[in-house]
Structure formats: C-alpha cells, structure tokens
C-alpha cells in the first residue's frame, strides 16, 4: 500500500450532501482538514460547481492537498432517464472545473466518487467483475449512453489528468444514515411497488463504509487506480427494500410485474441490472474492508442507533 502524508489539507466538494457528510467526519476524525465546496452556506467555499469561473474565483488564494469530488445533483431517488441529466452534466462539467480547481490551488490528490454502474447497465450474469474489466462501454440506447459516458468522462478526468494522482471509487448503491430515510415515507404509504428480483442482484455499500474507503484513498489510493467498494452481499432491489422494511419497522413493499416500471424508466433498468463486482483490489491495495458485510447487518446497525 501506497502512504501519503497524514494532517492533510483537503477540500472536499459535496460536503453537504449525504455521501460528503460522512466523509467529511470520517476525514476530520482520522485528522484531516476538510474546506467544503458547494451553493450552501455551511460550505467554507461556496461555489456551483457548474459555474467554472466562480469556482476559480472562489478557491483563488486557498491551497489544498487533496481534492474530493463527491458532489451530487440529486435531491431524491431517480426514476425517469432525464431525473439523471443533472448528474450526468455534473459528472462532465463539474469535474472539468473542480479538476481546474485542484490544479490552481496546488493539490497532488484527486479523488472522486464513481459508480459500479460505469460497467454498463443491463444484466451481467454471473460473472464477478473487476477493475481490470472494461468501463464505461457504450450504452445500448442514446439515454443510457448519456449516463455512462458521463461516468465514463469523470474517471478519464480523474485518472488522466497530468500533475494530478488521480482514484477513482467505483461505488455499490448507498444506504445508511441519511440515505435509506428517503424510503420510509414511500413504504409507510405504499408508495413504492418494486418487482420480483428473479435472479438480478447488484452492488450494495452502506455510508459509512463509504466514507472509510475515500479516507482509505486519500491516504493510501494508488495514482491513476480505481477501486470498487460494495459490501460482500449484492442484492436485488426488491430484496434490498424487503431488508429496510424488516429492520425498521415499515409495511413491505408491493410487488409488481417489472414491465409496469418502464415509464419510471430509470429505475426499470436499474432494477432490470445484474451486476456483481470484486472488492478484492481494495482490500489489498487501500486496506478498506467492509463493516457492513450485507444490507441486513447495516441496516440492523441503523435500526439499533435509532432507538
């Protein structure tokens, strides 16, 4: 494993959002100084992380040893294809002006959030990927092409950008403190139908494991690597929802035939994906292992924390 210096300074873009607030205390707790970037006010540096020209003018002066891009556009889960056009322009774009922002403010690190889901959508079978499996291939249609080139041009910024050590962390489908309250409103009111899982299981990685791993590749990434972080038990989304429901108390969810989740048409191809990924990497190379080795046992650790 690869050590770079502790105490560092780092600015982290996305502090506010679900992800960056845990990563913002997993990296003040293992002795960081975290500058947040973002339009909130709690932000240090506030900045849309569209706006290239306010963000340069905003981190001029400031210098940083590593930059986390971690920023989200979205607000609630995606349904339809055009729910993700923000994201996909903050994956382009907006790491276009935060990779700008790390060079002027002096970083050596840059490290950014990515997505199993840069493997393509659509069923995988039963193959366990690994990073040295191509990313990023081409989308079967024009909608899914915009989100996987979007992943696709996020990590060739990160990890191509000379005078930058770039890491990439190919993420599972978050849950945990902060991001599985999203569910319980649409459970308790029967609001979310979901389809059998006949087969189709894909990466799941609860927040605070998350939060360790960019932690792990601040400190000890490799320059121009990326690493899949998902816990040991990939699930199916119903199944994964069953698990929230039992744990925490809500009514289970419907099921529904999956043809009846085509107009939510992003989340019928999610839900349509088989995808299976290895951690192996990251465990040998970042020394990050999960918590959490299943949904049942993060979310059975959210329910303990709530009483």
């Known amino acids: 494993m690869t050590t770079i210096q502790k105490s560092q300074s780092i600015l982290l873009a996305g502090a506010s959002g679900v992800l960056g607030r845990h990563v913002a205390r997993a990296l003040t707790g293992a002795g960081h100084k975290v500058t947040g970037l973002g339009r909130g006010r709690d ?41 993700m056009h923000a994201t996909d322009a903050l994956r382009t774009d907006g ?20 997505m199993v889901f840069g493997y393509g959508y659509g069923d995988h079978g039963d193959r366990v990927l690994t990073e040295d499996d191509p990313f990023g291939p081409r989308g079967t249609d024009r909608e899914l092409e915009r989100h996987v080139a979007a992943m696709r041009a996020k990590e060739r ?14 993420f599972g489908l978050f849950y945990g403190p902060g991001g599985t309250d ?24 609860e927040l605070t494991d998350a939060a360790r791993a960019v932690v792990a590749a601040v400190e000890r990434g490799r320059p121009g690597q990326a690493y899949n ?5 990939p699930l199916g989304f ?5 698990c929230v429901a039992e744990e925490l108390g809500v009514p289970k969810p419907m099921t529904v035939p999956l043809w009846l989740m085509r107009p939510a048409s992003y989340a019928h191809t999610v839900m349509s ?22 949904s049942r046992a993060g979310l059975a650790a959210l329910r303990a924390t709530a009483h």
């Open 43 to 83: 932000n240090g540096i506030r900045a849309d992380l569209m706006d290239r020209d306010a963000v340069l003018r905003a981190v001029d002066g400031h210098h940083f040893d590593t930059v986390i891009h971690a920023a989200t556009a979205l607000r609630k889960t995606p349904l339809r294809h055009r729910d």
């Open 229 to 233: 972080i998902a816990d040991r038990t």
């Open 273 to 294: 994906t088989a995808l299976r990924v290895s951690t192996a990497k990251a465990e040998r190379e970042l020394g990050w292992v999960p918590v959490y080795e299943s």
């Open 157 to 170: 910024l990160t990890c191509g950008t000379p005078g930058l050590e770039g890491v990439a962390l190919r």
């Open 238 to 242: 119903r199944a994964h929802v069953v």
């Open 95 to 114: 790491t276009a002006h935060l990779v700008e922002a790390a060079q002027v403010t002096g970083a050596r690190r840059f490290v950014a959030e990515s």
């Open 182 to 205: 999203a569910l319980l409103p649409l459970l308790r009111r029967r609001q979310l139908p979901v389809p059998e899982d006949r087969g189709r299981v894909v990466p799941w990685v």
